[in-house]
């Protein structure tokens, strides 16, 4: 006679909180992880590198002579008083920090594929962290226009306690639109090729070089549904102030596309989450 012993085996899933409330209680206890992967990126782009930190003032002030000569001295596009210069750094930096964060974070949760596939923690830590070394970039970045304003006396408007809002907005569409990114390169790896011609078109069509009174009346609206117009049009009145008047329905527009992308891409990177590590 055989006996069958049969053996209880005891199984641990590791997953997200099952709850929203949960979760981003997860998101505070994994707080520190969110510290060290931030500083990671920082470390890995500045330390044993050539230029290192010089190539974020180099990079911005390329960017700021290119399109200066393209639109102010061979499109003679009005600068409404401004320096020229000033005008386009006022636009270079905003957008510098929003194309920088969207690519570093739509690539954050490949590069990170080793860690999401071993241990469970809210995946949201990646590409936010991301968007903080991002940040950075543009507080150093930052230096730039001071020293341009020094250099041309030009004295900032009242508006510019105002500034620390357009920064916000910048931050908060960067994440949105970088969790829909991430989300979607972990499954479609093609968006990797996709993105450098989108963020090339986005630098054309968000009055980077140029103030968006330039855009005849009648595509104004149509063209403010772009969320970078806003924020740009913001930084020139907050920091030069003078022509430079608030465009209420961009700022308003701007807002609204802020909010949906972060309220959605935080849904869609939460529906996608629990399958990174199967797929990535």
């Not at 020293?147 to 908060?172: C, D, E, H, K, Q």
């Not at 390169?185 to 009055?207: C, E, H, N, W």
């Amino acid at each position: 006679m055989t006996k069958t012993a049969s053996v209880a085996v005891n199984e641990l899933v590791i997953e997200a909180g099952r709850t929203e409330r949960q979760y981003w209680r997860d998101l505070w206890r994994y707080r520190e992880l969110f510290y060290f992967l931030a500083w990671r990126d920082l470390l890995v782009r500045y330390k044993q590198t050539v230029v290192g930190v010089l190539w974020a003032f180099v990079k911005p002030i390329l960017t700021i002579l290119i399109l200066t000569v393209a639109f102010s001295k061979i499109g003679k596009i009005s600068s409404e008083g401004a320096p020229p210069p000033l005008m386009v750094c006022c636009g270079t930096l905003p957008w510098l920090f929003f194309s920088s964060a969207i690519s570093e974070c739509g690539s954050s949760l490949v590069n990170s594929s080793n860690l999401i596939s071993k241990i469970y923690f809210p995946r949201l830590i990646i590409p936010a962290s991301s968007v903080i070394t991002s940040f950075v970039d543009f507080l150093i970045s930052a230096a730039i226009l001071a020293v341009m304003l020094v250099g041309y006396r030009f004295m900032p408007s009242a508006n510019l306690v105002f500034l620390p809002l357009f920064v916000i907005m910048t931050f908060a569409l960067s994440l949105g639109a970088g969790l829909w990114i991430a989300a979607l390169m972990v499954k479609y790896r093609d968006v990797r090729f996709v993105l450098p011609f989108v963020v090339q078109f986005g630098l054309l069509i968000s009055s980077v070089g140029a103030p968006s009174t330039a855009i005849p009346e009648k595509w104004r609206l149509f063209y403010s549904l772009n969320p970078m117009v806003g924020i740009i049009d913001g930084f020139r009145w907050a920091i030069l102030g003078g022509n430079f008047a608030l465009n209420w329905v961009s700022f308003i527009l701007s807002l609204v596309v802020t909010g949906l992308l972060v309220v959605t891409g935080v849904w869609y990177f939460r529906r996608t989450e629990r399958t990174f590590a199967d797929v990535i």
